[in-house]
C-alpha cells in the first residue's frame, strides 16, 4: 500500500457531553477541517467510525447526516462499522481510500454517544457483539475480562497488583489531556479498593462510558506538504479476526488478532517492535493493555506485568503506552477511540502534543481491539522524514 | 484505481427467510468461495455490508459472527453501512481493499433481515435514516417518494400509468429469477387498483420488505484468470452524496449523486451511458427507477416515462433495465441490494444468467441508491477482455 499522511487532527472533550453524536461528530470534523486548513469542498470521501448510533440513539445513516451538516457534499460518505475498534478499521478505510486513488482528500470522524444510557443498558448493548452461542449464556466484555486476568495472573504467576498500576500510570497521563474525561491521580489502592466488577477485577480497572469524537484528513504521503509542515505519516495498517467464539481459543492469555495485525503492519512498514518509540494501546480493561504489550512483541509473553511494574511503559520510560491516558483516564466512546489513538500519535510524532509529549519519536503504533480481541486493527505511524 | 476483478458470485433465495441474518450471510458467503473455488483461508478481508442488523435484530458486531462462522479467520472484517446503497457501498469498499495493495482476495456478503418486524415497524426504522429536522415531522422515505412522483408527472406532463408500468416490466422479469422474492406478472390495473400508500403512488409502486443475502468475490483483475474464466471486471465506481435534508434539493425530480456518482464512474471506466448495455437501478419506488434513468444520461430529463412507455428498457430493448426484476419483485434486503445489482450485472457480463440472459452485453451499471438519494454508488463493470 502507498503511504498515507495525516495532515489534520481534532477530537472534542471526552465525558458526559450534552450533544447528540451528530453534533459531536459535526464538532471534531469542522476542527478537523480547519487544523489541516482545507475548504469542506476538497473532501473527497468521508468516513464516520461508529459501533451503534442506531441501538444507543435511534439514529440511523449518521454518516449522511455529517455529510450535510458539515457541507463536504457531493463527498462520499459511508460509515465504518468494527465494533469497538471501528476507529481503528477507519484508518484502514480511509487510507485504503488514499492509497487505491479513488480519494485524495479523506476525512474520518469517529464517534460515539452513550452516557446518556444506564450502565447496565450500554453493557447489554455491547454484550450483543459476542457470538449467540456465548451471548445466551449471558456473558459480558467485563466477565470475559475477569476470567482472563485470573489465567494471566496463575499461568505467569504476576502479582494482583501490576494490573492496578496500569491503571494508575494511566491516570497520571491523563492528568496532562485537556480532553480527557478523568484528570485525576489515583494510587494502587484506590484500584484494590474499589467495588469488585469480575473478580479478580474491580471498577478501577475498567474504563469509563463516554461521549465523544475525534477526527483525522488523509492524503496521499507526496502530497501532504502541499497542505502543512506538520504531518504524519501511515506507513503500515493491518487488520486481523481471532475466533468470534472467544471459549474456542487454546490459551485465553494470547490475543492472536494482536498478533496477527501487527504482523501484517509491521511487514508493510518495515518496521519491528524494536522501532517503536510511542504506543496507544486498547487498555478497555487494564489485563488487556499487558496482553497488547506481549502480543506486539514489546515484551516477551508474561513479562508485560513486569515492565509496567518496572515503569518501562510511563512517560519517561522507555517505551511510553497510552501517553494520552488511554481508554481507561480518557474515555472510550467506543467509535470513537481507534482513532483518537492515531489523533495521539500524530501529535507525539509532530511534537505537538504539548505536555505529554514524548522527546523525539520516530515511530508510533496504535493497537485498536473490537469485542475481546474478535478483531483487531494495529496502525503504525511514523514522523515525516 | 486499478481495476479489480469479481471471480466468484452467489445470492440467496430472498423472501420472507426462517433464519437470521448471520445464517442467511454464511449462506450466500460460502456459497460465494464455492463459487470461486478458493479456500476460506485465502480470504484476507472480509466486508459485510448490512445497514441495521442492532436494529432489526439486536445483533452488533455480525461481521465477526460471519468470519467465525465462514472460518475464513484471520482475514479482516468490516461492516460497511451506507442504509440502502450499503452493498454499493460495500462495492466500493472492497474495490479499495484490492486495488490498495492490502488484500489480494476479498470476500463482500450483503444482507438483511426484516420481515419479522412489522411494515409500520420496519417503516419507522428506516424513516430514523433521515435528518432529524425532517424526521421529527413524521416524514417517511414513500412520503417523498409520493411528493416527488406527483412533482415529476406534473413537471413533465408524465401519464401516471408510465410509473405502473415500471412494476408491470420488473415483475414480468422477475418470473425467470429463481432468487426472487416475487414472481408473478402483474399489468397495469393492478397497480392502478392496489391501495394508495402516499398519493399519486399505490402499493404495487413499492418494493417489499425483504430478507435476503448476496455475496462477490474479488481480486486484482490481472490476476483473475489463475481463479476461474468466468470473471467481470469493475472498471469504475463512484460514490457521491446529496443534501441529507431533502427538501433543501432545488429540483426534487433530480438526483444530484445519482449525476455526481455516475460521472465519477463513467470517468474512471473511460465510458459513458451511451456504453451501457444492461443496467440494475434502484427502483425501491417506481418513480425512482425512472429519475436515475435520466439522471445517469441514457435519457433526457423529463423523457425517462416515454423510454419505459416505449419498451426501451425491457427485456429486448435497447437498454434492458433491472433484468433481475429489480427491487420490485426480486425484494429489496436493504444491505443485500446492491450486493444483488452487481451480482445480475456479473451473471450478464459472463453469459451465465440463464433465461434472463440478454444478448452479448459488454458494458453493465448498477446504481444503488441511500435514503432518498442521499449517497449514491454507481457501478461500471465490463465483461472480460
Redesign the interface.
Known sequence: ??EVAIIGASMTQFGERDA?L?DLLSEAGSECIDDAGVAPGEVE??YVSN??S??FE????V???L??DLG????????????SSSGG?GV??A???V????SDVTLLVGGEKMTHRTTAEATD??A?????VEYKHGVTLPSFAGLTARHYLETYDAPREALATVAVKNHRHGVDNPHAQFRKEIDVETVLESPVVADPLRLYDFCPITDGSAALLFCPADRAEEYTDEYSVVTG?????????VHERENPSVM??VR??SATAYDRAGRGPGDVDVAELHDMFTILEVLQSEDLGFFEKGEGWRAVEEGRTEMGGDLPVNTSGGLKSKGHPLGASGVAQAYEIHRQLTGTAGPRQVEDPEVGLACNV??FG??V?TTVMEAAR
Chains 1, 2 share one sequence.
Open positions: 500500500m502507498e447528540w451528530a470521501h468521508l459501533m451503534a442506531g441501538e435511534g439514529q440511523t445513516g454518516m449522511n447526516v455529510a450535510h463536504v457534499m457531493p463527498a462520499y460518505s459511508q460509515r465504518v462499522d468494527q465494533t478499521a484502514l478505510a487510507c485504503q481510500s492509497a487505491s486513488g479513488t448493548l455491547i450483543s457483539i459476542t457470538h449467540p495498517v493491518g487488520g486481523a479476526t481471532d475466533t468470534h467464539v492472536g488478532a496477527d495485525s473490537g469485542g474478535n478483531c486493527i
